[in-house]
């Protein structure tokens, strides 16, 4: 059985930063694509961050580039966001996803919420 559990989201000021993690049970996260999307209020779920296996290429959406960066500690079996620079319109609740390549995202954590105040 597959399990994803993302940690490390709050409460933090504009301008300030989180690492989200991700630990995942059931798979080695290095053998698939790790994923991470968002979900504000009100909003579709939308593509955040992701990074495939074996080359770790790592593919950004325009609106967090520069700012977020997605990476894996295969040995923790533990995929991580580090979002720096926060805005509020950065708010939403950030889901970890796994699959065997980008966009076939077969399985999904439970949410964490992050939330940047002005």
């Known amino acids: 059985q597959v399990q994803l559990v993302e940690s490390g989201g709050g409460l933090v000021q504009d301008g300030g930063s989180l690492r989200l993690s991700c630990a995942a049970s059931?798979?080695?996260?290095?053998?698939?694509?790790m994923g991470w999307f968002r979900q504000a209020p009100g909003k579709e779920r939308e593509f955040v961050a992701s990074?495939?296996?074996?080359?770790?290429?790592?593919y950004y959406a325009d609106s967090v580039k520069g700012r977020f960066t997605i990476s894996r500690d295969n040995a923790k079996n533990t995929v991580y966001l580090q979002m720096n620079s926060l805005k509020p319109e950065d708010t939403a609740v950030y889901y970890c996803?796994?699959?065997?390549?980008?966009?076939?995202?077969?399985?999904w954590g439970q949410g964490t919420q992050v939330t940047v105040s002005s």
């Open positions: 059931g798979r080695t996260v290095g053998n698939y694509a």
């Open positions: 996803t796994l699959g065997p390549r980008v966009g076939a995202w077969a399985y």
């Open positions: 990074i495939i296996q074996i080359s770790e290429i790592a």
